[in-house]
């Protein structure tokens, strides 16, 4: 069964510095991989996704993450946080584009001036 | 714009009453999902739907049910709300028109509180 490990549930950094949030899953087959944000009332917006090809993949809001294939991983990344960065984050993973997603439980960030 | 909603935002009954979350959107997605949010379990799949008259369980189906009548709707129902049931529900819509994409589109979510 797919699953997806998100091992940090809270992080905290300064507004400038850099920024990576971890994630991990479990699939046997090549995964479909995404990152989610939700920002506090709100709903889930799409930050990016790998499908194949180029392992680092650009997304919104000026995000990256890496897909590892070696390591199960594929960690979000950003090189300058900024305050309005502040919310959950969720890593997602699927066997196709259209099949239902498996979430991680969740990395909620928090930003200090 | 197209769009996709839930309906009520929040809602408070009591236990055994039947409820039901409405979820409608007009991308003409054939795809709909229903999730429930809890802190420390991220986002759980409830139940699915390919297209109209299909339904699918998904890890946490227990206690709820849905029906695919058309493309637009999919509606959640507790058939007798339990306190365990207290969650925030996500509807979300993908499919065609979106580059088949594998893209989620999340309603803003239903507050459902179980007393």
């Known amino acids: 069964a797919q699953s997806v490990t998100q091992p940090d549930i809270h992080i905290t950094v300064s507004e400038g510095a850099s920024l990576e949030l971890r994630c991990n899953y479990s699939y046997g087959a090549t995964p479909y991989l995404f990152w989610y944000v939700q920002s506090p009332g709100q709903g889930l917006q799409l930050l990016l996704k790998?499908?194949?090809?180029?392992?680092l993949v650009q997304g919104i809001k000026g995000f990256e993450a890496e897909f590892k294939r070696s390591q199960s991983s594929f960690n979000l990344r950003k090189p300058s946080v900024h305050w309005s960065d502040a919310a959950e984050y969720f890593c997602a993973v699927a066997h196709d584009p259209h099949n239902k997603l498996i979430f991680g439980a969740g990395t909620r960030l928090a930003v200090h001036p | 714009d197209a769009e996709i909603t839930q309906s009520p935002r929040h809602k408070i009954t009591e236990t055994g009453r039947q409820v039901t979350l409405a979820c409608h959107q007009t991308?003409?997605?054939?795809?709909m999902f229903w999730y429930r949010q809890d802190l420390g379990h991220g986002l759980r799949l409830i139940h699915y739907?390919?297209?109209?008259?299909?339904?699918n369980k998904g890890e946490v189906s227990d206690g709820y049910s849905v029906s695919r009548s058309n493309t637009e709707d999919l509606p959640l129902t507790l058939e007798s709300a339990a306190s365990s049931q207290t969650s925030v529900y996500f509807c979300?819509?993908?499919?065609?028109?979106?580059?088949?994409?594998?893209?989620?589109?999340f309603g803003e979510g239903s507050r459902l509180t179980v007393l």
């Open positions: 739907s390919y297209g109209v008259q299909d339904t």
């Open positions: 790998y499908f194949s090809g180029d392992t």
């Open positions: 991308w003409n997605h054939n795809n």
């Open positions: 979300a819509s993908s499919g065609p028109g979106h580059g088949n994409t594998g893209e989620l589109f």
